[in-house]
């Protein structure tokens, strides 16, 4: 089967960064879905992993954490799908990704697809769909239902976590939500998905948060550039507020601030569960089935910004490359294989 992988930690630029290459093609077993993968999309996930995570063994490893595709084969535990299903998902860390024509999945990592997106729009969804949903619901605990008194702010609210981020809080609660951005289209891309207000990052948040009349707020999700918020935190964060967090730091954070308000910190990554292989992995298939109908009815829309082309080496480089220039808008997609 055709897929792309890397053999070095490379820079995106570097012909040898991703490369095309023919693999053996995988067999389902246990609660495996064999899926034909039709469409992908890139996060800041596979850039990581492309910069830092060198196969040791020289055998190449295929990154990919968001596609969509159709079920050809299933294991013989498996039940929560069929045949021909169409299917969306993220996958996990232990095994190979989904830039290839086929891969394996635990079916409780996947969601069916909603019908009223092309395979293309629905791959930008289950990674970003699946972390915003837990780091808004699992880890900030929000109140479903309600919050009309409170409000959230979510800082970097034009990448794919938080495009998701706006739409879930502002369908499933009463939350003011606010989002920042720092650009024209970013912040027009913010008010489009359903911010109530959005500020601007590159100015002091403090400042720019009693610029929508609130000096606090009750939760935030803080999805980029954390070590340069996180010292005004403590004085936007209202009493008993709380914290979530999903990017990576280059040096510990201080948390004492956080004691005089008790304000509590959460991280969130959507990979615990499958890589812990943790009770209650189901929740994500739960997850994406519960966005998947949001979808169809209208209430949550793809993050897609554009498909770029074919799943190819080539493609998958220089969508790496935006990706790590942190001035992408939504998701970048690519749909298919060369012939």
Known sequence: MKAVGFLQSLPADDPRALLDLDLPEPIASGRDLLIEVRAVSVNPVDTKL?????PADGSPR???????GV????????????????????????????NAQLQLVDERLAGHKPVSLSFAQAAALPLTAVTAWELLFDRLQLPRGNGAHDALLIVGGAGGVGSIAI??????TALT???????????NWCRTLGAHHVIDHSQPLCDALRGTGLDTVRYLASLTQTEQHYSQYPQMLAPQGKI?????????????????KSISLHWES?????????????AQHEALNAVSEMVDAGLVRSTLSEVIGPINAANLRSAHARIESGRSVGKLVLEGFDA
């Not at 959507?270 to 189901?282: A, C, H, K, L, N």
């Open 62 to 68: 295929v990154l990919g954490f968001d596609a969509s």
């Open 167 to 172: 739409q879930l809080a502002r369908q499933l």
């Open 244 to 260: 979530g967090l999903i990017d990576d730091l280059t040096a510990p954070l201080d948390i004492r601030p956080l004691k005089a």
């Open 50 to 54: 492309r910069r830092n995570a060198a």
């Open 71 to 98: 079920i050809l084969a299933k294991g013989p535990q498996c039940t929560l799908f069929e045949v021909g299903d169409e299917v969306f998902y993220a996958g996990t860390l232990l095994r190979q990704g989904s």
């Open 270 to 282: 959507m990979f615990t569960r499958s890589v812990f292989e943790t009770s209650d992995m189901i």
């Open 177 to 187: 939500v606010i989002a920042t951005a720092s650009r024209p289209e970013s912040t």
